[in-house]
């Protein structure tokens, strides 16, 4: 039965140290994606910053003057009429005057004006309906800013984990390597069974395989975040495993001024203002409404002869003006409705700013109690690591002099992988719930990352 796989095992050996040669290599010809360039591609590539600037483009288009309506309308209008005609008049002398294939034709043009003097102020609310609208749109966009962002690090964190978890089973399988060749040694010596290298050999493939499923999942994530930056899913980089974490006295500075800055409670601050317009505006409805109307035409009139009159030209131009004034005295209610709809509606906001304030505030006090407990349970991780750093040199030591078995010897080496795995999961999930924290009281985009 042992056959078999000992024929077998140095084909595996060849294959799998092929694998990891070659993507050691192309490693080196990587190149570094920094936190700066990685938030740099973001902005400048994710289709849903770009959506999100686009739908800012068009709140700023619809807040210039030229969409305020305190600009007149000015038109052209021009038109011209053509007639044939046959007529046959009967005199009191009993003459009777016949006329056939009468032609007469009209040529007129003007150019007009129509402006609006008073409205009952509707306009002006209006337009700072619009300019508010804009806010919301650039705070819209902020926000989706802020959750890409965020997206970007959730991933590129998450290439920083495997970065390091990849180096961590190297080194693990470096060990287990000279292990199979220690044992192989003594076996040959008389000083140890053939169970001992099937053990250790078993034990390299093992590690052998989680070192291709981990370079497997490092690839897998690395598309992910190309897909972020919205770029070619082929590029390859390696990323900072660096992380430091933000002073814990800045951090409080950010708290306390977190309901100002939140972008959710600005949202709903500017979603308030919108509805207070929009109950001005229904108010002007009240209100009766002046415009001015100026006009420039010109006329051209050709007349054929009759039985009184010889044909005749008319040729005249026209200057006018005029002020007009429109009163809404009653519509069946249909203001009144709209006015106290809108009030109710400005009720409705208050509450939902209400909402999202409590909302808030609970967010950011169980998103620092996460923070400060991931970056607690981060700093054992890495006292751990210390432990069984030390715990696995002195079992090595002992397992080369024989005073401990293969298997002691591995579950040292183990307890030590997962360690220094763990202290790479606490690292980044501590920085990525701080970033979390950061969004929520709106300093996400004022701090270095």
Request: aromatic share 8%; no cysteine.
């Amino acid at each position: 039965m042992m056959k078999p796989l000992k024929t077998i095992y140095p084909y595996i050996l060849t294959v799998i140290s092929l694998f990891l040669s070659s993507s050691g290599i192309a490693q080196d010809q990587q190149d570094q994606l920094s936190k700066a360039e990685a938030i740099q591609l973001t902005l400048e590539n994710n289709y849903a910053i770009e959506v999100a600037n686009n739908n800012l483009t068009i709140a700023e288009n619809n807040a210039s003057l030229l969409n305020s309506g305190y600009l007149p309308a000015v038109y052209a209008l021009a038109g011209m009429n053509y007639q044939i005609q046959d007529s046959e008049t009967d005199r009191d002398d009993g003459n009777s005057f016949e006329l056939n294939n009468a032609e007469s034709d009209n040529y007129n043009a003007s150019v007009n004006l129509d402006y609006i003097l008073f409205d009952g102020l509707g306009r002006y609310y209006n337009y700072q309906r619009l300019k508010e609208a804009r806010n919301l749109s650039q705070l819209d966009a902020r926000q989706t800013i802020e959750n890409t962002i965020l997206q970007l690090f959730s991933v590129y964190y998450e290439v920083a984990r495997l970065t390091e978890n990849v180096e961590i089973l190297e080194e693990t399988l470096r060990i287990s390597k000279d292990r199979v060749l220690r044992a192989n040694y003594q076996f040959d010596y008389g000083q140890n069974t053939k169970l001992e290298v099937l053990n250790a050999e078993v034990d390299v493939t093992n590690d052998s395989i989680n070192l291709m499923n981990n370079r497997q999942q490092l690839l897998n994530t690395k598309r992910d975040l190309n897909v972020v930056m919205a770029r070619n899913l082929g590029t390859d980089f390696v990323v900072d495993t660096l992380v430091a974490f933000t002073p814990s006295i800045k951090l409080q500075t950010y708290t306390d001024s977190a309901l100002d800055n939140n972008v959710r409670i600005m949202q709903s601050e500017s979603n308030i203002e919108l509805s207070e317009y929009d109950i001005k505006t229904t108010r002007a409805d009240y209100l009766p409404t002046v415009g001015l109307t100026g006009s420039y035409g010109w006329n051209k009139n050709n007349s054929p002869a009759s039985a009184f009159f010889t044909g005749s030209t008319q040729k005249g131009t026209a200057l006018g003006a005029g002020l007009n004034l429109t009163w809404n005295l009653f519509d069946g209610g249909a203001t009144t409705v709209r006015y106290r709809n809108a009030k109710i509606a400005r009720d409705n906001q208050k509450l939902l700013k209400e909402q999202i304030k409590l909302e808030v505030e609970r967010d950011i006090e169980n998103a620092r109690g996460d923070y400060e407990n991931l970056l607690q349970v981060y700093e054992i991780q890495e006292q751990n690591v210390i432990t069984n750093q030390n715990n696995f040199e002195r079992s090595r030591e002992r397992f080369n002099i024989g005073l401990i078995t293969s298997i002691e010897f591995r579950q040292a080496q183990i307890n030590l992988l997962n360690a220094e795995t763990n202290k790479n999961l606490a690292k980044y999930e501590a920085k990525y719930a701080e970033l979390q924290l950061l969004q929520l009281i709106g300093q996400l985009l004022n701090v270095d990352f």
